[in-house]
């Protein structure tokens, strides 16, 4: 049984589970997502107060941009359980699914920093427990109503959160992009290396894979299809990325970037993704990654970013990033009825600058709200 000995009443992240609303507010909520066996694990040994082994399982996950297992392992940071208690160690993982746009993560950073156990970094705890409120948390807008100056806070409008990502066309007639890049949100647009936008609309997701398949009204929204590789990229193989990062700093042309096929398996030697040392940003999940032949090899799913040491210790390892191969990809896409076909662009062995000009006008911005 969870005791309510907390300072501020943090909670546990579940996957779509909408009865944790009624859980009492002032303690923690418990889940476990539906989709992870693996998470599910680490939810029981929770339950039977194995904390280690909770860390342990929600730890790999997190790693891997797990959501829900970054909000769980702040929460042990964050009280102690199963590690030595750690408030800037809790923040960084509750920051790291804050910024994935879950609710629950704002609101326990909100708490954190509110209650000054951690110091304000670049957002402060009105901004995301105002995030929060905005995804609907009802807490978040109790919490909000505390704070110093609220009358004048709410003179200030809070926007939606809004998923900035890249996507491309298959010869199916469909667009490919990432599952988190859409997830949870009601509005899908397309927009083209011109500016010209387009409706879509999600029609198969695979969450686990990280990938979702969008659909227009017709085939004809969609540039010329990017072709896909019949054949497993190797190690050292040169391969390149387009796609839209950081558009609020970098703005909303497709950039370009190359590198090589840095491992044959991805993070823990998955072996549905490659390791990759194409630089990327936010912004480019859900981009192709292409050979010199101008095929799709693989789809830009993560960047490892930080980790941390059995010490505690983060550590940043740059440039270590992964991408979902294209058999994973089209074994999903056999499974999903063909939409309006597509035209495919035919797959040449030109140099770097030849491809960029061609490949350029299919690769489409996501904007997902």
């Known amino acids: 049984m969870l005791v309510n000995m907390f300072s501020h009443p943090v909670r546990l992240a579940g996957m779509l589970l909408i009865s944790l609303a009624l859980i009492p507010f002032s303690y923690p909520t418990v889940a476990y997502s539906a989709t992870s066996s693996a998470f599910k694990t680490g939810w029981l040994a929770y339950q039977q107060e194995d904390y280690s082994t909770a860390f342990r399982i929600w730890s790999s996950l997190a790693e891997n941009g797990d959501a829900e297992a970054q909000i769980n392992l702040g929460i042990l940071y964050d009280y102690g359980r199963g590690v030595t208690q750690n408030y800037p160690l809790a923040a960084k993982w509750y920051r790291a699914a804050a910024r994935q746009d879950h609710s629950l993560a704002q609101y326990n950073l909100g708490l954190l920093i509110k209650a000054k156990l951690v110091p304000t970094s670049e957002f402060g705890a009105e901004y995301w427990l105002k995030k929060s409120a905005a995804l609907g948390n009802a807490d978040a807008r109790k919490e909000l109503a505390t704070l110093p100056h609220y009358e004048e806070m709410q003179a200030y409008a809070v926007e939606a959160p809004v998923s900035v990502g890249t996507a491309w066309p298959v010869a199916a007639g469909y667009a490919v992009t990432n599952h988190h890049v859409v997830a949870g949100k009601r509005r899908v647009t397309l927009i083209d290396h011109k500016g010209l936008e387009v409706t879509a609309h999600v029609v198969a997701t695979d969450k686990e894979n990280d990938i979702a398949f969008l659909r227009t009204s017709t085939s004809n929204h969609l540039p010329p299809a990017l072709p896909l590789s019949r054949q497993r990229s190797s190690l050292g193989a040169s391969v390149f990325t387009i796609g839209f990062p950081r558009i609020d700093i970098m703005g909303k042309s497709p950039k370009l970037s190359q590198g090589i ?99 350029k006008q299919s690769v489409l911005m996501v904007k997902a709200e």
């Open 261 to 359: 096929i840095s491992g044959e398996n991805g993070l823990q030697d998955d072996p549905d993704s490659y390791q990759i040392s194409v630089p990327i940003q936010p912004g480019n999940s859900g981009g192709p990654l292409l050979n010199m032949r101008g095929e799709v090899v693989g789809m830009i799913t993560s960047m490892l970013g930080e980790v941390m040491t059995e010490t505690g210790e983060t550590v940043l390892i740059p440039n270590i990033n992964y991408a979902v191969k294209t058999g994973v990809i089209q074994e999903f896409l056999s499974q999903i009825p063909n939409n309006q076909s597509n035209r495919e662009l035919q797959a040449v062995n030109a140099d770097l600058e030849s491809l960029a000009r061609r490949i």
